[in-house]
Every structure is written in C-alpha cells, then in structure tokens.
C-alpha cells in the first residue's frame, strides 16, 4: 500500500472542526488523526512519517501554547499550526517565537490551512532528511580510529603530510596511510568536502580529535 505524503495531526476540542478538518485534508491525499486534548495526543502513537500539529490554542487540560513548549523541552522539532477563535497579537508572538509557523484565526478558509499545512509538511520532510545526512556523517566520523580522528582534525585546518607527521610524531608514510583512510571512512572526494564535513560536526557538537 503506497504510503501518504504526510499526516495532519489535528488537536481541537470541538468536534465539528475536527471532523470538517479531516475532511479537508484526506480530500487532497493527505493522512489525518484527530484528538480532542493535548494529553490525548500526547499518548497516541503516530506514523513515523513527514507530520504537522494544526493545535486550537484553547484545550481542555493543557493549552496548545503548553502542549508547544513541552514538544520544544521534548526536542521533538514537528512544525506547528495554530488555530483560534481568540486570536491576540500577544499570543500569536508568543507561539510565532517558540517556533510556529503559522497562526490562523477562525473561521478558517480552507485554501489557507491547505498552503499553510504544505509548506509544514515540506519543512518536516527537508529536516528529516538533513537529520539523516548529520546521522549518517556522525556515524562515519565515529567509525574512525583515534590516530585518525588526529589527523582528520590537522588535515581540515590546512597542515601538510610532513607538518602532520612532525605535529604526531609520526613518519610522513604513516599521516598518508591514515588520510587516505579517513577521506575513505568519510566518503570525501577532496579536502574541501572533508573540511565541509569538519564544520557540519562542529556544528553538532561532535568534536574532532575524540578517539573511540
């Protein structure tokens, strides 16, 4: 069975909304489940497939704005949308600042949720996909030996075979065997793209030079 381009998971108290909502986005192709409360969804298991919260701000239990921040102390990045029939310039700054993208006020039209919900799904599919290119890199970087994980960290910063191998004390053939492993383990073309990738781990916190 082909899988669907995404989920919408929708989280509003009224019933109505949710049925009419649901309607609207399995009208285009697009999976849907519905919950009545933030802890209703937050028991409820999902499909691990590219995804976006339409929230009501307003909730029994938990309001949208709460359900947010505990998803941003969760680490879980899911693009949220919300929706209210009291929207106020203080909440919707509030929402916008911890990471919505949109905040859109009832009635709703459905053009608007569907552009809105697109581009929050198009978001969670690029940022699934760079997560798997920072795992994949990391896994690599980690399948290194502590002798190259040395030289990988003198490489990137422009040092010579000969400058290594002085800075390690080493023989000049030893840094060669040891590059050509790492550009290998690393899948680099050139020193450049090992250089991107020093960065890209820089970037993730994963120090160079850390053995196994």
Known sequence: MKQPPGIVLIIDDDQSIRTSLQRLFNSVGLATKAFASAEEFSSAAVPDIPGCLIVDVRLPGPSGLELQDQLVRAGIAIPIIFISGYGDVRTTVRAMKSGAIEFLTKPLHDQELLDAAH??????????????????????????????????????????????????????????????????????????????????????????????
Do not use: P, W, Y
Request: charged share 30%; no cysteine; aromatic share 2%.
């Open 119 to 212: 581009s929050a799904l198009q978001r969670d599919k690029a940022r699934r996909e760079e997560d798997g290119v920072l795992s994949q890199l990391r896994a690599k970087f980690n399948s290194l030996t502590k002798r190259e994980h040395e030289v990988m960290a003198l490489v990137v910063t422009g040092r010579l075979n000969k400058q290594i191998a002085a800075d390690l004390k080493i023989t000049e053939m030893t840094v060669k065997l040891h590059r050509g492993q790492v550009m290998r383990k690393m899948s680099a073309k050139s020193v450049a793209d090992l250089v991107r990738m020093s960065e890209r781990l820089h970037s993730m916190k994963v120090g160079l030079g850390r053995g196994q």
